[in-house]
Each structure stands twice: as structure tokens, then as C-alpha cells.
């Protein structure tokens, strides 16, 4: 079957509006004009280190099976789409750029790299532009026109793995207020369907703290679930309407394996192994640093402050132990991390040795010059320290993750993972 792909990004800003909210307007328009859209549409999440992102960098994207433009005007179908844009993007904000792309044909190879590439790196407009041109997709620039890097890489995506997610939204009226969702439902549709990312203690996940037309956002890894779910929760007010999108949340597509430290560069997601070098040190502000090293380079890794718990395991870590860390690097150059795990615990501390003679702990005489005995006079002139093994809070093995509160949309959270190796 053919298709013709529509990619939709940047129409939002803090203030308000969401590209997913447009989308699922605009599919209903078209819907309510005859055409026909195939499967669920697409909110495919790009790099989280985008300068200009509004919250979690995500394109929405969708297509049409071809046939119908015999006898449907593909050009109403535009036009539809189009206009929606000029009538709802939040065009005041000097960062809200929408784009708008048009697709006929194949993904090819190269669309999936160019995913692939707005995923872990940072592309231009005139790249965009440039690739648009040279696939024969047709652009929309609005302002700058940045959403058509989103708008491309949404709909050439290759999604090797893939969740869903249920948006309800809210009406025009009730957008800007508090919203009023019945916390105890979340936690029974928590409990009773396959969905994750609800809760967080007190922390209610699935709902926006934005003014944004989102009332909330459930996810799961088939739709069946998420209808389920849709069932249980009490909105507190009334929905406008419903969308699932197919979506790379919690799937980690954003990370890339690491050759070493050296090669990591900034605005980047890894996967990353090394040796913690120094004790792991809480900054003004709460936030947690400590620096990893291999035989390449080292960089300086930090948990902050809203990872809250997260940084408590974290100051577990001591220096020579062994851990893949996953996260990327930001504004400040450091490694911001997502997860890790603890691949080799170095158990050993070292303590003075005990005085032979009187069974008291020595204390050091001077740089290299032994331990003395200060209870009775003894002189040791070894001056070796003694190994002996300490007991850790952390496992070999194990992962520690960053709490519901905290994490990337991006991010495959442990109950994603294959962790029965
Ligand atoms: P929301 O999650 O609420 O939809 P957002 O965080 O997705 O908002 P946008 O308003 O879509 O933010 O802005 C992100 C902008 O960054 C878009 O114009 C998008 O085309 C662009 N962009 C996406 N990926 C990259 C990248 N890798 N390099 C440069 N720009 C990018």
C-alpha cells in the first residue's frame, strides 16, 4: 500500500497549545470530511538536548493511504491540515516555529538516518530544508519554519521498539485550570491494567503540570491496556476528546552506545562504561556530582536535585567501582544520568594496621616513614595499610533508576527492560 505522510511540530509553546492536541483536532476534521487515516498517529520524541524545545521535543506524524485521492482532493486535505496550524499554533512566542511536511512515497534509508540523527544530534533548518528537498517532500514553513525537522523525523522514524500513549484533553473552557483528577482511580487503574508511569508516591505522572490542553497522558505497551485504563480514571471533568499515539517513549532510541568517554560528545545520549574516580559530592542546590574515567578521558557525571532519592543511591558509589551509566550530555557538559548499573563493586577499604605489641590501631608517622603506636611507643617501619572487605548497599548487576518524577520521556524505565539475565 502507498501512503502520503503529514508531519506536524512546533505549535505549541509554554503558554499553552500541545502539537499532539492539533493533531488529533485535525485528524478528526479530515475524518469528518471522509478521509481516512491509517493506524494510530505517530509522537515520536527527538533529542532531548534540543535548544529549542518547548518540553519534551516530541513531532507528531501520520498518513494517508494513497487510494483515496482518486476520488478525495488531496488538496482539501491540506488545506485542512494548514489551516488548523494558522488558527492554533501559539504564534507570539518567539520560539514556536511550526513546520508542516508532506510525503509521497517510501521511508527510505536515508529518512530513517535523518531520524536517527535528530535523535542524537542537533540538525539545522537549512538541513531540514535541503533533505525535504531532496526526498521531494513538500515543506510548510510558518515564522522560521523550525517544526519541519520534527515534522520529518516523526514520520521516518524506524520504530525497532515502540509504546503507546492515550491523551485526553481538555475543553477550551477548562484549559489553565487545575485540573481534577480523582488520585485514588489512578492508583486502582494502576493497579488493575498493563500501563506504567502512573504515579509516583503523591505525585500524579499521567497528569501535566502545564497549562497546556493535555488533562492527562497514560502509557502502556499495547492500546488495548490503555483503553482499559481510560475506563477507570475519574477526570474530574469532562474530556473534549480522546488520541493514542504510537510513540518511542520509554524505549531509550535517544541513547547510543559509548566507544569511550573521549568519544561522547555534547548534546548526546549514551550508554557508557567506566571506573567511579573520586567520592560522589553534593553541591549547593542539592545536586550530585562525581567523575567516571576510562582509559580515553573521564567527565564529570551528576544526579540532580528532582532525581531526589535517585541521588541517595548514587552517593553509594565509591571510587574503582565498575558501572554503565545511561544519560546524556547537556548545557553544562556533564553526563546527566537516567539510569546505571553496577557492573563490579570495589569492596576493599584499607585501614592502619593494629600494634603487635599492645593491640591498639597505629597512626601514621609522616609520609612513607611507617605508623607508630601512640598508646606504646611502637614503630612500624611497613608503610602498607590492611585490606579488608566492606559490605555495600549497592548489587552487582543491578540497575537504579531515576524516579517516575524525574524521567525522560525517552527513558526505558526498568519495567520495560529484559532484566532476566
Ligand atoms: P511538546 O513536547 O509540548 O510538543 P516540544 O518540546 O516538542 O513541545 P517543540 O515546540 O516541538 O517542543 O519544539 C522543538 C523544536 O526543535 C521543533 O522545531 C523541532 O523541529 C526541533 N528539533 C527537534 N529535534 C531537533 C534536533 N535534533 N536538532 C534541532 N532541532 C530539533
Redesign the pocket.
Known amino acids: 500500500m502507498s501512503y502520503i505522510y503529514v508531519g506536524i511540530?512546533?505549535?505549541?509553546?509554554p503558554d499553552g497549545m500541545?502539537?499532539?492536541y492539533l493533531c488529533a483536532l485535525v485528524i478528526q476534521r479530515l475524518k469528518d470530511k471522509g478521509f481516512t487515516i491509517e493506524g494510530y498517529p505517530r509522537l515520536i520524541r527527538?533529542?532531548p538536548f534540543?535548544?529549542?524545545?518547548?518540553?519534551?521535543?516530541?513531532?507528531v506524524s501520520f498518513k494517508f493511504p494513497k487510494e483515496q485521492f482518486k476520488d478525495h482532493d488531496l488538496n482539501e486535505a491540506k488545506k485542512i491540515i494548514l489551516d488548523a496550524v494558522e488558527e492554533l499554533a501559539m504564534f507570539d512566542c518567539d520560539?514556536?516555529?511550526p513546520?508542516v511536511v508532506f510525503y509521497d512515497g517510501e521511508i527510505t534509508e536515508e529518512m530513517e538516518a535523518f531520524a536517527y540523527?535528530?535523535?542524537h544530534?542537533?540538525?539545522?533548518i537549512e538541513e531540514?530544508e535541503e533533505f525535504a528537498e531532496h526526498i521531494g517532500a513538500e515543506i510548510h514553513k510558518f515564522k522560521k519554519g523550525?517544526?519541519?525537522?520534527?515534522?520529518i523525523?516523526s514520520m521516518s522514524c524506524k520504530l525497532t521498539d515502540y509504546t503507546y500513549e492515550l491523551l485526553a484533553y481538555r475543553l477550551k473552557e477548562n484549559r489553565g485550570t487545575k485540573r481534577h483528577i480523582d488520585y485514588d482511580s489512578v492508583v486502582r487503574m494502576d493497579k488493575l491494567t498493563d500501563t506504567f508511569e502512573n504515579i509516583d508516591g503523591d505525585y500524579l505522572a499521567i497528569e501535566p503540570n502545564t497549562p497546556?490542553p493535555v488533562l492527562y497522558g497514560i502509557r502502556a505497551n499495547d492500546p488495548e491496556s490503555l483503553k482499559k485504563a481510560q475506563k477507570i480514571v475519574i477526570n474530574g471533568e469532562e474530556v473534549e476528546r480522546y488520541c493514542i499515539y504510537l510513540t518511542n517513549q520509554h524505549t531509550d532510541m535517544h541513547l547510543e552506545d559509548a566507544k569511550d568517554i573521549a568519544s561522547m560528545k555534547q548534546y548526546s545520549s549514551y550508554i557508557v562504561e567506566g571506573f567511579v574516580k573520586d567520592k560522589p559530592h553534593t553541591i549547593e542546590g542539592g545536586h550530585l556530582f562525581f567523575t567516571l574515567g576510562d582509559e580515553s578521558g573521564s567527565i564529570e557525571c551528576a544526579a540532580y536535585e528532582p532525581t531526589k532519592d535517585f541521588r541517595k543511591i548514587v552517593a553509594r558509589l565509591r571510587p574503582k567501582d565498575k558501572v554503565k551509566l545511561y544519560g546524556g550530555i547537556g548545557k553544562e557538559n556533564t553526563f546527566n544520568i537516567e539510569k546505571f548499573q553496577v557492573l563490579k563493586l570495589n569492596n576493599i577499604a584499607y585501614r592502619n594496621p593494629k600494634c603487635p605489641e599492645c593491640g591498639k590501631t597505629l597512626t601514621s608517622a609522616g609520609h612513607n616513614k611507617g605508623f607508630k603506636c601512640k598508646h606504646c611507643g611502637y614503630i612500624l617501619r611497613d608503610s602498607s595499610k590492611v585490606p579488608y572487605e566492606i559490605s555495600r548497599q549497592l548489587k552487582e548487576g543491578k540497575f537504579y533508576e531515576t524516579p517516575v518524577s524525574a524521567r525522560r520521556h525517552l527513558a526505558k524505565p526498568l519495567v520495560r527492560m529484559d532484566l532476566s539475565d
Open positions: 511540530d512546533d505549535t505549541d509553546s500541545c502539537t499532539t527527538l533529542n534540543a535548544r529549542f524545545k518547548t518540553r519534551g521535543n516530541g513531532g520560539n514556536t516555529n513546520g540523527k535528530a535523535l544530534s542537533i540538525i539545522t531540514a523550525r517544526g519541519i525537522i520534527g515534522s523525523a497546556c
